[in-house]
């Protein structure tokens, strides 16, 4: 059952009403208020009206269970409406379990699986639809879903990696933050108070540059926030606009450091796709195409996109990647194996295979040198700090300036 938010109008009196009613469907719900005398105008699901957002997504690892367990029931012999709800049953999140519940009323009255998922964009993108497609024309729905549960925990693996190794700089950085205010706001006036009250104390230039510092913060930190979250909100909006995606894409591909990590990444993320894509039976230039929105980088997408172009004219898929600097030179080699054996898709794999194995090791490289890195930037700070406590005090010791009790 549903909730429904609807708008319809009473036959007797005229009136406009707007209420909930549970339902399975909106058609259901239709009848319902046929029966109670009123003429619907306007039925939605609670969960739209304004229910969407961060919290309404779904998180991979759900997706995956959902495809693992969908795909188990069916290679039982399950129907497909049997099977999806029993996942429904079995599964916690809300907002999936909301989805399944729709897709099995548009199932029931006579749509595609595919056609029902793709209603679901934010819940299942055109990889998964096109896959279920594939599977749904050749009946082999059971082996696309495990295809697409493989495909998906391997995709949810790299980046949970890829997170997991920028934990760590970024918690000291906030700790690193915190402690360098506190000193600045806490300590180093302190240290002012103690000089202001004896004759001929001079501060070393480290503190006073310091307490200049810390004087802006005490006094401008309402312009100091602003600014922060001036620059975030228009620094995500302009990350999200065409301009700001071609930069960052741009900068991922290429920087020092990230730019190989990136780019194996992106290249393991096309070999499996496209390997998933091909072995379901999805054609090449469907696959090109649903692969380029995949690989979440606009410069890569273009480039696919004229790879497909130059398919479509009768070149082969190796012959159209050679050279292109958007594709490490790995990749149409490889292909090329696959295609000259007849199983590209068994060589997609073990391309996958092999960057998400270099993506694992570049992942190894770069936090072995960015914890060292950390401790030295660390260390200097915390010597800055530290010298601009003591240095004072010292002089004040080294001038007998310090008043005794």
């Known amino acids: 059952m549903q909730t429904f938010i609807y708008t319809a109008r009473d036959l007797k009196t005229g009136k406009k009403i707007t209420a909930e009613v549970e339902a399975d469907n909106d058609k259901t719900a239709a009848r319902l208020l046929n029966e109670r005398g009123l003429a619907p105008l306007e039925i939605k699901p609670k969960d739209e009206q304004g229910g969407r957002g961060i919290f309404k997504r779904i998180p991979s690892k759900d997706r995956v269970v959902f495809s693992r367990q969908l795909s188990t029931l069916m290679n039982a012999g399950l129907p497909l409406v049997q099977s999806l709800n029993t996942v429904k049953g079995q599964t916690s999140n809300k907002a999936l379990k909301e989805i399944i519940a729709k897709i099995i009323s548009e199932v029931e009255t006579g749509s595609s699986l595919a056609d029902a998922l793709s209603a679901h964009p934010k819940a299942f993108d055109n990889v998964y639809t096109n896959l279920i497609a594939a599977g749904e024309a050749s009946g082999t729905l059971d082996i696309s879903l495990a295809r697409l549960a493989d495909q998906q925990e391997k995709d949810s693996e790299i980046m949970s990696k890829i997170r997991g190794a920028l934990i760590y700089p970024t918690v000291v950085m906030i700790v690193l933050v915190g402690v360098v205010v506190f000193m600045l706001t806490s300590v180093l006036p302190q240290v002012q108070n103690l000089y202001s009250g004896l004759p001929g104390a001079k501060l070393p230039v480290l503190t006073r540059g310091l307490l200049g510092l810390s004087d802006f913060i005490l006094n401008f930190w309402w312009a100091i926030l602003l600014v922060l979250l001036s620059v975030g909100f228009f ?122 194995k270099e993506v694992d090791n570049q992942i190894r490289s770069i936090s072995t040198v960015v914890e060292p890195a950390m401790m030295i930037i660390v260390g200097i700070i915390a010597l800055i700090m530290v010298a601009a406590v003591l240095l004072p005090i010292y002089s004040l010791a080294g001038k007998n300036l310090i008043p005794k009790y």
């Open 235 to 356: 620094g995500w909006r302009w990350a999200r606009s065409p301009e700001g995606k071609q930069w960052l894409d741009h900068f991922k591909m290429t920087a020092w450091g990230i730019g190989p990590l990136y780019m194996k990444l992106y290249m393991a993320r096309f070999s499996r796709i496209s390997s998933t894509l091909v072995a379901s039976g999805v054609p090449m230039i469907k696959m090109l195409a649903t692969t380029a929105e995949a690989v979440d980088n606009v410069h890569i997408e273009a480039s696919i996109k004229r790879v497909s172009d130059q398919v479509k004219g009768g070149k082969s898929l190796s012959q159209s990647l050679s050279g292109d600097n958007s594709f490490l030179e790995l990749v149409p080699n490889m292909i090329n194996i696959g295609e000259q054996s007849g199983s590209l898709d068994k060589m997609l794999a073990k391309l996958a295979d092999y960057y998400e």
